[in-house]
């Protein structure tokens, strides 16, 4: 403390420590104005303000990351999508940038970190979601009050290049379905049949009860999904969405419903077991005899890889992309992108950049409509 200007205007200044990386002395510095004794006062009020503040933003960016994450899940973030960022934070914290306070990170340390990662052989969506989480840990330290201003935010990541998706043709999607009712597990044709007929996600449809069936109706309802965490274990969530939606089937898709269901209440009738009101419609009867425990979504997609490994045309083709081919299909056939969407759980403008791609057929619609106005 010193007398900056008598009689009373005061100058305080307090050390808080050396910089990690550069080795240079930090401070901070207060006015006031007042007798010596309030001086006094106010610069061990100020002391103490700083010892707070200094304990926070010294803290590196590794334990940043798991404050926040840990703040995430606290609030109810899904387990899955927690598991997510902790393997990312992992990965920041073998990095340099991972010991580096705070405080003192700026743009061009995460551009380096960007430039790194994608050296490294990460494509430039993986390092957008880095730099997705990273921004929103440094925002929730600034409100925490622990830094001054988001680094992240003044951060270039790398660009994402968007490719052409490539759409199943319908007689490839017929076959797969023809595959899977040939092979050892007709299960197979119930769950590809669903995703195809409905655009449902993996998890969606091994997480559907037949309590959210209606056959007569010929409805469905996207309740809940199941999610396989890193430890094999199965968790059931919400949709992505988070928001219950009804899809209707069509007649054959509820026909085959109907029989899938009779057959699992007869083979476990034979055993003198009872199909549980809760069962799922794609459950794991080997476990679980009454039903109530799903089938895991690893397994549909193991077998969605052996069959398609034998069907020409779906070489390469992933189980998400019957997903694909049903949004694609129902936009060909003039369904508007607010239905489309709804059905499949998913946001409009999400959808229009997804299948905004080059070859679409309704592309070459709108081009030949368009040169019938300049033909005449």
């Avoid at 920041?92 to 050296?119: C, E, H, N, Q, S």
Wanted: proline share 4%.
């Amino acid at each position: 403390m010193r007398l900056k200007r008598p009689p009373d205007y005061w100058e305080f200044r307090v050390f808080l420590g050396r910089d990690p990386v550069s080795g240079r002395q930090r401070s901070a510095s207060r006015s006031f104005r007042g007798g010596k004794r309030d001086a006094s006062r106010a610069l061990a009020a100020f002391v103490a303000e700083m010892s707070s503040e200094t304990a926070q933003t010294d803290m590196a960016l590794e334990a940043l990351m798991v404050t926040y994450i840990d703040h995430l899940e606290n609030r109810g973030r899904e387990a899955r999508t927690i598991e997510g960022y902790r393997s990312i934070a992992r990965v920041v914290a073998t990095d340099v940038i991972g010991r580096r306070p705070v405080d003192g990170l700026g743009p061009k340390d995460l551009d380096d970190f960007y430039l790194r990662m994608r050296r490294s052989g990460r494509s430039a969506a993986t390092v957008k979601r880095y730099h997705t989480l990273l921004g929103g840990a440094m925002q929730q330290a600034v409100k925490w009050g622990w830094v001054q201003r988001n680094a992240v935010r003044l951060a270039t990541p790398p660009v994402e290049t968007r490719t052409a998706r490539s759409i199943p043709k319908p007689e490839v999607v017929v076959a797969l379905l023809r595959e899977a009712a040939a092979s050892r597990n007709p299960e197979n044709q119930v769950a590809l049949r669903l995703l195809a007929a409905t655009g449902c996600r993996r998890g969606e449809v091994c997480g559907l009860r037949w309590s959210s069936v209606d056959l007569e109706r010929r409805v469905i309802w996207i309740r809940h999904a199941v999610a396989q965490l890193s430890d094999s274990s199965l968790i059931e969530k919400d949709p992505k969405s988070h928001q219950t939606r009804e899809v209707a089937i069509d007649r054959a898709t509820a026909e085959m419903l109907a029989d899938h269901l009779q057959d699992q209440r007869s083979f476990l009738a034979a055993q003198g077991i009872t199909l549980s009101p809760e069962a799922y419609v794609l459950a794991d009867l080997t476990n679980d005899p009454t039903g109530a425990t799903p089938s895991r979504p690893d397994r549909l997609t193991q077998a969605f890889g052996r069959l398609s490994s034998r069907v020409a045309g779906a070489e390469g083709m992933r189980l998400h992309d019957l997903r694909h081919w049903y949004a694609s299909t129902q936009l060909d056939a003039g369904e508007p992108l607010t239905s489309v969407a709804a059905r499949i759980g998913d946001h409009v403008d999400t959808l229009a950049k997804v299948y905004a791609h080059r070859g679409h057929r309704s592309d070459h619609v709108a081009a030949e409509n368009l040169a019938m106005h300049l033909d005449g």
